[in-house]
């Protein structure tokens, strides 16, 4: 079992940035995959980006490539996502997730096994 908790959500203006972080416990060792989603209300839940847990491949989607950054700590309990310059179209909240299984690492939500509880982010114009 993996654990994960989401902190860093908050307000800000477009342009702005913001850090995410992914505190994990438990079975840390198990990961092969982590990512970071958002969902928008009333929309499905997308992926945003991941990262391979040995060798630190990162993966982003379109819509948050060259604005956002994922990366882990050296020890691999903590991820974070870098947020910058960010756009009203960025609010939802953010969830982290863990894949235990040691396959090619995609932003595809349903791939993930682990899931924290969320954090809201919500960016003004």
């Known amino acids: 079992q993996v654990q994960l908790v989401e902190s860093g959500g908050g307000s800000v203006q477009a342009g702005g940035s913001l850090r995410l972080s992914c505190a994990a416990y438990?079975?840390?060792?198990?990961?092969?995959?982590m990512g970071w989603f958002r969902q928008a209300p009333g929309k499905e839940r997308e992926g945003v980006a991941a990262?391979?847990?040995?060798?630190?491949?990162?993966l982003y989607a379109d819509s948050v490539q060259g604005r956002f950054t994922i990366s882990q700590d050296n020890a691999k309990i903590t991820l974070y996502l870098q947020m910058n310059n960010l756009k009203p179209e960025d609010t939802a909240a953010y969830y982290c997730?863990?894949?235990?299984?040691?396959?090619?690492?995609?932003?595809?939500?349903?791939?993930?096994?682990?899931w924290g509880q969320g954090t809201q982010v919500t960016v003004s114009s």
């Open positions: 438990g079975y840390t060792y198990s990961v092969h995959c």
């Open positions: 990262l391979y847990s040995v060798g630190g491949r990162t």
């Open positions: 997730a863990a894949d235990p299984r040691v396959r090619g690492c995609s932003i595809r939500p349903p791939q993930y096994t682990y």
